[in-house]
């Protein structure tokens, strides 16, 4: 098989990072015509930003556009492996007038939420001065990750998955170059193909490039010499499709509060997608279970008790199968809840009555109710009066419950929704069979 790479040692996605605006793939949002980052690039007026985006989609792709478009310094580091030292170094390079030539320095930082505290307030006042204007990326969310008083001095933009269309776009671009890419053999690949590889690669440009350039150098020549690309052999080449999913960063929390607002939503469907997402990206089922029960009686409540019960039994299931089975009992109570009618009347009533409990003096409770376990309490009034419900006619009699100083207060308020529609009609009978009976 010949070595189809031979001359370009370096991997085929980063051979093929653009070098202009014009090969950029994607970010219309923030660099298309107009935009005020593609504003900045070309006239070379860059303040400083941040760049924040799952892996993939041109972070520093876009850095290297901006160090081939800029007439200022352009320096780099990457947080992972740069000290305080390096960034005393380049601040030192940037204030010395002969190494600088009266240029500006812009400063890329890769993974910028790598930086510890120190480092990165030893960069701050030098972003702050203009000393350097700084470029970081990042995979993490800036607001969460790198010190506020950075995010404060930078314009934050976030990158998105590319779409498809993008992909597949620098897919034909790696086939067809003939300085970078492999447009010296003839590689057979139809659009279809390419828009697969692009959707299976879930937004990751270079994950799309490090699947076709393994699939080319892979492949044996036809009789003709050609090399064709079949769906066969890129659903070798590419396995599982890609999940953007970190179970520690920004997109777990997105993907978590996405499930929770779906079945708070009644959307079963985009529920289910997300509780997969998850699973597939090894999320705790605990986790999941402990999230599908909560939603269970802060959304659904007394419109559908049941769901509480099926939450909890599918986390005890899922705890005691373990997956893959654990899957089904977790979808059926995500579906469940999905599919149950809603009610929040329950929470509200718990937080309304706890923030009286802590800020209120709501008063003692009835004598007639207190216990009177001891001889002798009965005496000084304890549980006398009390009057046992189970003795009259519909087991219900009218007698003071609240303490007097809350007397008239409301806290659970059923709605008309399912079983809670119920609860108020019990309530509304319960008010009719105590109408004119006495308290006492």
Do not use: W
């Amino acid at each position: 098989m010949a070595d189809l790479s031979k001359g370009k040692s370096e991997p085929l996605a980063f051979r093929m990072s653009p070098r202009t605006l014009d090969e950029y793939a994607g970010q219309e949002h923030i660099i298309g015509k107009g935009k005020m980052l593609r504003r900045m690039i070309e006239a070379d007026r860059l303040s400083s930003i941040i760049l924040f985006g799952p892996p993939g989609v041109g972070k520093t792709a876009l850095a290297r556009v901006i160090a081939n478009t800029t007439e200022s310094r352009f320096e780099r580091l990457n947080a992972v492996t740069a000290g305080v030292g390096d960034i005393k170094k380049v601040i030192e390079d940037a204030k010395n007038p002969f190494i600088s030539e009266g240029r500006k320095t812009v400063l890329f930082i890769d993974e910028i939420h790598r930086f510890n505290k120190l480092q990165q307030d030893a960069l701050l006042p030098f972003v702050e001065d203009g000393t350097v204007i700084l470029i970081g990326a990042t995979t993490e969310n800036p607001f969460f990750e790198v010190n506020k008083a950075l995010v404060s001095r930078s314009t934050v933009l976030q990158l998105k998955p590319l779409e498809p269309k993008d992909i597949a776009k620098v897919l034909r671009n790696a086939i067809e170059d003939k300085e970078r890419g492999f447009g010296n053999i003839d590689v057979k690949a139809d659009e279809k193909i390419l828009f697969k590889i692009a959707e299976t690669s879930g937004g990751d440009a270079r994950s799309a490039l490090n699947a076709l350039e393994l699939a080319i150098v892979t492949t044996p020549p036809s009789s003709d010499g050609s090399i064709v690309i079949t769906d066969e052999v890129m659903k070798d080449c590419m396995q599982n499709r890609a999940v953007i999913f970190d179970k520690d960063g920004e997109y777990h929390y997105d993907n978590i509060s996405a499930m929770i607002k779906s079945m708070r939503g009644s959307d079963p469907d985009a529920a289910i997608l997300y509780l997969a997402r998850a699973l597939k990206a090894g999320e705790d089922i605990e986790f999941l279970a402990r999230r599908i029960m909560i939603c269970a009686s802060e959304d659904v409540g007394m419109a559908n008790p049941n769901a509480l019960l099926v939450a909890t039994a599918a986390y005890d299931c899922a705890r005691a199968v373990g997956m893959p089975e654990a899957r089904i009992p977790l979808a059926q109570a995500c579906i469940t809840v999905a599919t149950s009618p809603k009610s929040n009347a329950s929470y509200l009533a718990i937080d309304k009555a706890l923030a009286d409990a802590g800020s209120t003096d709501t008063g003692v409770v009835p004598m007639h109710l207190r216990n009177a376990p001891a001889k002798g309490m009965e005496d000084l009034g304890y549980s006398v009066g009390y009057k046992y419900p189970h003795d009259f006619p519909g087991h219900i009699t009218k007698q003071q419950y609240m303490t007097d100083k809350m007397l008239g207060t409301t806290y659970y308020e059923p709605t008309d929704i399912g079983y809670e529609a119920k609860v108020r009609q019990y309530l509304d009978y319960v008010k009719k069979m105590t109408e004119g009976e006495s308290d006492s």
